[in-house]
């Protein structure tokens, strides 16, 4: 999803498979590259100690942020760019319906923290949530509808470090939210479906935070 040529040639293979346009797209692919930096990989550095401060977060490599932007930002503007004809002539083909681009962000892009160290990570979240507003003012008079879902913490690859032979992932359940738990299958599944269905034709430029209420109680949250 990194590469521009690949992503024409995805369009070029959906187009020919559906004819009469598409009505969702939701660009989920993700990476995170803090390695060198997050704190539970990392001891945290004494914060009240600026030589510390710095000499952590200068393990920060230039490329790390690159990849990390390259994936989390770029490929996602590329993707709905390029899929965007399909989108509008997907549009028509439910009376009452419009398409719509779902962009899943994160909780980490609206936060004023470092993301437990993880700055790249969460500059890229927070640039994909404006390009998104970008997106969705764009494309107003294309019939094609934005929206946002920044979600809190729920098992990935990425916050689980691996994945089973079904690619599933296992966390502990336990949380700090006023939920108390992390997020679920079934949760991000309603959310999406809630966007994609009729329900959510009357939905543009918004952003929905399936995260258990941990916005709600964080002091440096939105």
């Not at 401060?53 to 490929?75: G, Y």
């Not at 709905?80 to 962009?103: D, E, H, Q, W």
């Not at 008079?141 to 089973?164: H, K, L, Y």
Request: charged share 20%.
């Amino acid at each position: 999803m990194s590469d521009k040529s690949d992503i024409l040639r995805l369009v070029k293979e959906v187009t020919a498979s559906e004819p009469s346009g598409i009505q969702l797209l939701v660009n989920n692919a993700g990476i995170a590259r803090d390695d060198n930096t997050r704190f539970d990989k990392n001891p945290q550095p004494d914060m009240s100690d600026a030589a510390a401060v710095s000499a952590h977060f200068l393990r920060s490599e230039s490329q790390q942020w690159a990849d990390t932007f390259q994936t989390n930002v770029t490929a996602g503007f590329l993707t709905s760019m390029a899929f965007l004809p399909l989108l509008a002539k997907g549009k028509a083909a439910t009376p009452g319906y419009t398409s719509s681009v779902v962009n899943v962000c994160s909780i980490s892009g609206f936060m004023k923290g470092s993301s437990n160290g993880q700055f790249s990570y969460a500059a890229s979240k927070a640039a994909f949530v404006h390009v998104s507003r970008m997106l969705a003012t764009t494309f107003v008079e294309t019939g094609v509808r934005v929206n946002v879902i920044a979600p809190g913490i729920f098992p990935s690859e990425m916050t689980a470090g691996e994945s089973d032979a079904d690619q599933k992932s296992q966390l502990d359940k336990g949380s700090s939210n006023p939920a108390g738990r992390k997020g679920e299958d079934s949760d991000m599944a309603a959310t999406i479906l809630m966007l994609a269905g009729r329900g959510g034709v009357f939905y543009n430029h918004q952003i929905m935070f399936p995260d258990g209420g941990n916005t709600l109680t964080q002091p440096a949250a939105m």
